[in-house]
């Protein structure tokens, strides 16, 4: 059975800043307007969607950014389109997330780290494209010690679809039978969806799953219906099958995951599932005991 969609939602009227380095539309939560935002709880395990959609970028001798922040209870994902961000945190680990690769890290029990614009890529400028995920960790893993996946782009599993319609790139979970790289705590389906124009790709995710696809670049249709370019499209939760038709060459970030039926108390780069644990964390990071970054 066909999957119904809920809603198709417009890319948001406005970027915000995350730092000088990131230009971000943020399509989970989103803002307050009903009919644009997505409830954490909505979209579980998915707690956040950034689309640094692309911007040239000028040269800059000063790595733009954004500097020392903390971490607790879930997942960042970043996903490197175009240009490139380094990272160090309070662990000591540090890399380069470059186009096409994946830096997955389990924040969990807490840790602290900043993301820039890596410094060959900035002193040359040009254009940027990117997403920041987050995902929730079920309550029994929220205090794992903080750990890295880093994907590199031939790590990606690629299923090349026949008749040059284009590539899936399965970054986690499985795909029409091909398995991506990262691992993760709960299912998880990610994948970029790379169409060529003209190409028809069926796929289908669980109905019980919360499952969006966010259009990176072109347009096309989804189960009939047109969804532009940066539209977020969130299905219900009803029927597996997804079928697309690209209008126009498209990419498109799949996201799919069985919701974790649990309580979210969230406070910026902080979620538990209690305001206790939350005042807890923010103490934990004021104190020091996510460790010390320069
Ligand atoms: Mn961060």
Redesign the pocket.
Known sequence: MTKNIERIIPQPLAPGMVGDGFRVYNYIPGGDNPATSVPQQRISPFLLLDFAAEVDFAPSNRARGVGV?P?KGFE?VTIAYKGSVAHHDSAGNSGVVHPGDVQWMTAGAGIL?K?YHEENYSKKGGPFEMVQLWVNLPKKDKLTKPHYQAITADQVTKLVLENNQGQVNVIAGTVNGTTGPAQTYTPVIAANLDLNTGAQFTTATPSGYNTALLVIKGSVEVNGQSAPNHSFVLFANEGEEINITATESATLLLLSGEPINEPIAAYGPFVMNTKEELIQSIHEAQSGKFGTLK
């Open positions: 922040h971490h960042t780290h993301e």
